[in-house]
């Protein structure tokens, strides 16, 4: 209908909201979501917000939740009737979700997400090796970007621990929006400033001064017992993080090698290079080994009017490729690419598109804004090839 605002529905978790949320939403508006998850599993709901203006037995405006398996209804809940806890563990694999208005006056509407009892993610029973730091295991629900709120910091700082906590995961590339999933972070002593950055499709802002910081781990494995329950995170949470389990919570720790090191290019080829020649008739050769991201000055520039340009990076081995970092020419030669496709290869004849999380089409990365600023993107799931496009 036309009352559905932000909305990412996965088999495993997923993100609604009303139109407009979290400004007003609109009058005589309906919407209607089905949830369905795998089979054998329940669903878990999480009431993010729930701000529809009140009136009796909720006639004006209301959100109800059906269970069709199981035959029970959950609601109607409105500001004056609403959930008696912000989780609701459901029977049920499919949950039927009604958003209905008549004439009102306020109300920011409603943000609900939902997770499953057996998502992807969950820690399994593996050894873990190298201590690092007490950490703590969330899990976000898919469809956290869009969501409205604020988020300070990048990747290499950390985040500002008032940023909302999910969104700024995927900022980080620590999970992908479109699949949700487990994120393990540490809390730590906040920073004088926090610098913006422009990654995974997302702003984050410059920030001041905060008692606290957030710091993403990849490659980390957080130990799971029984008496130590990973916490079902609502995607517009900025509330402070306590640890999960007590006093006695073990450190999170090292599974893999770490991740994050820039991987050396053993050879740059392209498409085609541009031969500038420039007002004074200076000859400057745009040249594929000038694509390094250290390069200063000019950069690699395809020949003009050349279509389906390419640059291709020889790793010089087969790598396991977590992300990308890209900037343009420089201030002086403002010069830089908006967006781009990814493609790889073991053996540089035969090349695979890259998809993303389950994609049935080529996955289009955001590339940059200016020609100074570096961009980050990852890739989740990441690229494992000798030669990368």
Do not use: M
Request: with cysteine; hydrophobic share 35%.
């Amino acid at each position: 209908g036309d009352g559905c605002g932000h909305t990412l529905l996965t088999p495993h978790s997923g993100t609604l909201s009303s139109k407009n949320y979290p400004g007003t939403y609109p009058n005589h508006t309906t919407c209607r979501w089905w949830l369905r998850a795998p089979p054998g599993t329940s669903l878990l709901l999480a009431f993010g917000d729930v701000d529809l203006e009140p009136s009796e037995r909720c006639t004006r405006s209301s959100l109800l939740l059906a269970d069709p398996q199981a035959g029970t209804a959950y609601g109607p809940y409105c500001r004056n009737a609403g959930p008696a806890a912000p989780l609701l563990l459901t029977n049920s694999s499919t949950v039927t979700v009604l958003f209905n208005s008549t004439s009102h006056r306020s109300g920011r509407g409603l943000l609900l997400s939902y997770a499953t009892s057996q998502h992807p993610g969950d820690a399994d029973g593996d050894e873990p090796r190298t201590p690092l730091a007490v950490c703590f295991s969330v899990y976000c629900p898919a469809g956290c970007k869009d969501i409205d709120g604020d988020i300070w910091g990048n990747p290499s700082q950390g985040y500002r621990d008032t940023s909302v906590l999910c969104k700024a995961a995927v900022h980080a590339g620590v999970i992908a929006d479109e699949l949700g999933g487990q994120v393990t972070l540490s809390r730590e002593k906040g920073i004088t400033l926090y610098e913006s950055a422009f990654a995974n499709g997302l702003h984050s802002k410059r920030g001041s001064l905060s008692e606290k910081r957030l710091i993403f781990h990849k490659g980390i494995f957080f130990p799971i017992s029984p008496e130590i329950k990973p916490q079902f995170w609502l995607p517009s949470l900025v509330a402070p993080l306590r640890p999960v389990g007590g006093p006695g919570l073990p450190a999170c720790r090292l599974l893999l090698p770490a991740c994050g090191d820039a991987l050396e290019v053993a050879a740059f080829n392209a498409s085609s290079w541009w031969h500038e020649v420039d007002a004074l008739g200076q000859d400057r050769a745009w040249v594929a080994t000038r694509a390094a991201l250290s390069t200063t000055g000019h950069s690699w520039a395809a020949e003009p009017g050349s279509e389906a340009a390419w640059l291709e990076l020889d790793l010089g081995t087969r790598r396991n490729v977590t992300g990308i970092i890209t900037k343009g020419s420089s201030e002086q030669h403002d010069y830089y690419v908006t967006s781009y496709r990814v493609s790889s290869s073991r053996d540089g004849k035969n090349w695979r598109p890259y998809r993303g999380s389950g994609g049935q089409e080529e996955k289009v990365f955001e590339g940059n804004t200016n020609s100074h600023g570096e961009v980050s993107n990852a890739f989740i799931p990441p690229i494992v090839a000798r030669y990368v496009r």
